[in-house]
């Protein structure tokens, strides 16, 4: 669908000393439904040696963990991986041939998605080359450059991964959240072996009680399987599954140890290394209790299991790590937010008993992301909230985070691309767009992660778990709503984050926008949405769309033949978001699956085919690619004689094939296969 754009070899390679004459280059290439950026760490160079150091190890954990994401993504991902990568370092055929070119955009798109299934729609890759050339391929390439298992040939690895790369039946979905499906059984992400969704929900409800007040997530850092007739877990820990990996972790996180900008940092590394080595999922919640209060150190960091998106029953965590360092200046606007935690949860327009009566611990900060790596690898989040734990928030609070850099690279490779003239109705919209846009997103982000994710409260007895699959879409449009909801208000502009009446417009436009049509973009033609997030968005707006078609609120409408949306009353669609962000709150505080699930399955799932067509056509045209990723920079010790490092250098040039070549070479930690 998308036009092939790539810069060459000598561009990709300049020295950080020869791009920086230049306008810094965010975009590196685009293929497929893809473009990869860059971004820029502004403010490393000024870090002290220590810091630079501890920014340098944090980021060697953090890769050391990629095959992990690999591996949960799908049995299967780690050999497919290794088997194109031996394809395309080594064959010595025709490098111009149709097929060859289409198994090296597959090969890309792996590399992008950590597995074969894709990153967002979660549907499996179609290999736009044949397995008779693949097949030639790896026989021109010989046997000895392959991963072959004593007695066993290349016909025989043939016969292991053809059927999972090319045929269309096999491990279809890596997530699966179709209503009525089982979808443990229908989805190919590599979190349970030989068990049913009502095992597995078996097995973690038994083991639940009700009455705990601090109950950990169950489930989060284990593969749960079936053996000889036994539903039990195996654990991720040193010594247990992805041991290999996580030890290599654990060896930087120790180097991390010797250069602690403080106490209260240390602490935070050594529970971590102490949860990676026990499994023990109370001695992840001190971890997290100890890193959200980890509020002075300049360097953060998240290694680890955390987030349950790409389990289809929400449980259990993928693979993740982020290092960066705060942003002084920007920070203060987060910290305002922060500070009036309190005034936000009181005003809220939810019911009185899913409110906080204390809002305890909220803290927020701008940063500068140094190093991304897993599930936040290459395509990333702009805002962060953690930990996930309700009980922690409740007691302990929580800490968000805006990705400052990643957000500026994002605006950046965005400016003139032609989007917002094809699809913004007006002059109006979009001089709402270019006036406040930047600034009003991320203080939706902002609102969201802050606040949004760590306002109200479940009600005694109420299962974290109740809302099961529907729980990611429920939470994320929770926290949407809370930061839609307070943008206009006076409050915004009392605390001097918006600068007039007007400024709140341009989000609310953009999220309509987004949510009824341009996000339909990311989805193929006759498939439905499925993302958690993605629903979320359709969710809120399809709702708000229609309560408010009597009075006209938000209205479709056609210029020159093309589709727009139309909002005519902001302030109506204001109370609208509240309204839902009442129901959505009563739904999460009281566990209320139906409800949940009637919400979602009535707003969030289903796409009209005539407008995704339209959009889709509008959308080809401009030549554009709806996801977005980021190669990381590079980060290079400089030793003396003694061998000790004297400074760590930054440098920006490194293309995409080549790190990710690179990362396939130095931070290959595990087995191929699942054994």
């Known amino acids: 669908m998308f036009s092939f754009f790539c810069y060459t070899e000598k561009e990709r390679k300049k020295t950080m000393a020869e791009m920086e004459k230049d306008t810094f280059q965010y975009v590196v290439e685009q293929f497929a439904d893809l473009q990869l950026l860059r971004y820029q760490v502004p403010g490393f160079e000024e870090l002290s040696l220590n810091q630079k150091k501890l920014v340098y190890y944090l980021s060697e954990a953090a890769l050391h963990g990629r095959d992990i994401l690999f591996d949960q993504n799908g049995k299967y991902n780690l050999l497919i991986r290794k088997v194109l990568e031996t394809v395309y370092t080594e064959y010595q055929g025709d490098r111009t041939d149709a097929n060859f070119l289409a198994m090296e955009t597959y090969l890309k798109r792996v590399w992008f998605s950590s597995g074969i299934h894709h990153h967002y729609a979660a549907d499996?890759?179609?290999?736009?080359?044949?397995?008779?050339?693949?097949?030639?391929?790896l026989q021109s390439i010989g046997e000895g450059k392959f991963p072959i298992r004593e007695g066993e040939s290349l016909e025989s690895l043939c016969e292991e991964i053809f059927p999972v790369i090319f045929q269309s039946e096999v491990m279809p979905k890596r997530v699966n959240q179709a209503d009525g499906e089982d979808l443990v059984l229908t989805s190919a992400s590599n979190y349970y072996v030989g068990v049913t969704q009502q095992e597995a929900e078996d097995f973690y409800a038994q083991m639940k009680c009700p009455d705990d007040p601090t109950p950990v997530m169950f489930g989060m850092n284990s593969r749960l399987v079936k053996e000889n007739g036994k539903v039990q877990e195996k654990v991720w820990k040193?010594?247990?599954?992805?041991?290999?990996a996580i030890d290599t972790i654990v060896y930087w996180l120790e180097k991390a140890l010797e250069v602690a900008e403080n106490d209260a940092q240390k602490a935070v590394i050594e529970k971590n290394i102490q949860f990676y080595k026990d499994g023990d999922l109370k001695t992840f919640d001190e971890y997290a209790i100890l890193w959200l209060k980890d509020l002075d150190s300049r360097i953060d960091y998240v290694n680890g299991?955390?987030?349950?998106?790409?389990?289809?029953?929400?449980?259990k965590?993928?693979?993740?790590?982020?290092?960066?360092?705060?942003?002084?200046?920007?920070?203060?606007?987060?910290?305002?937010i922060s500070d009036n935690a309190q005034w936000f949860e009181d005003h809220s327009p939810v019911d009185k008993r899913f409110k906080k009566a204390e809002v305890k611990g909220v803290s927020a900060k701008v940063i500068t992301a140094a190093i991304l790596a897993g599930d936040l690898y290459p395509a990333t989040a702009i805002g962060i909230n953690l930990p996930n734990s309700n009980w922690i928030r409740s007691v302990h609070g929580?800490?968000?985070?805006?990705?400052g850099n990643i957000t500026d690279a994002y605006n950046k490779a965005a400016r003139g691309n032609g989007f917002t003239d094809e699809f913004v109705y007006s002059e109006v919209e979009k001089a709402y767009l270019e006036k406040y846009g930047d600034l009003t997103g991320d203080l939706h982000t902002d609102l969201h992660e802050c606040l949004g994710h760590g306002s109200g409260q479940l009600l005694p007895g109420v299962d974290p778990d109740a809302l099961k699959a529907y729980g990611s879409t429920i939470e994320e449009a929770r926290a949407d709503?809370?930061?839609?909801?307070?943008?206009?208000?006076?409050?915004?502009?009392?605390?001097?984050?918006?600068?007039?009446?007007?400024?709140?417009?341009?989000?609310y436009y953009s999220f309509m926008m987004n949510g009824l049509m341009t996000q339909l973009v990311r989805i193929e033609l006759g498939n439905n949405v499925e993302e958690a997030h993605m629903r979320n968005r359709q969710l809120i707006a399809k709702w708000a769309f229609e309560k408010g078609a009597d009075q006209k609120v938000t209205e479709w409408v056609k210029k020159d033949g093309k589709t727009y949306v139309k909002v005519n009353d902001y302030e109506k669609l204001r109370q609208l978001f509240g309204q839902l962000l009442g129901e959505i709150q009563r739904i999460k505080s009281e566990g209320d699956f139906e409800a949940a699930r009637q919400l979602?399955?009535?707003?969030?799932?289903?796409?009209?085919?005539?407008?995704?067509?339209?959009?889709?056509?509008?959308?080809?045209?401009?030549k554009l690619a709806p996801y977005k990723g980021f190669v990381n920079p590079v980060y290079t010790p400089e030793t003396d004689a003694e061998g000790d490092i004297v400074d760590v250098k930054i440098s920006y040039g490194e293309g995409y094939a080549e790190q990710m070549l690179r990362y396939s070479k130095d931070y290959a930690n595990l087995p191929l296969r699942n054994e």
């Open 124 to 137: 499996k890759f179609v290999p736009g080359f044949t397995p008779e050339f693949f097949a030639k391929a």
């Open 238 to 244: 040193s010594g247990g599954l992805y041991g290999q």
């Open 305 to 315: 299991f955390t987030e349950s998106y790409g389990d289809p029953l929400g449980m």
């Open 317 to 336: 965590a993928s693979w993740e790590s982020i290092v960066n360092f705060k942003d002084l200046v920007a920070t203060k606007r987060t910290e305002t």
């Open 398 to 403: 929580s800490k968000s985070v805006t990705i």
């Open 481 to 507: 709503l809370f930061g839609l909801y307070y943008l206009p208000d006076a409050k915004m502009q009392e605390l001097g984050l918006t600068p007039d009446d007007d400024a709140y417009k341009a989000e």
């Open 600 to 622: 979602v399955e009535n707003y969030a799932v289903k796409i009209d085919p005539e407008l995704h067509r339209e959009v889709l056509a509008r959308y080809e045209k401009l």
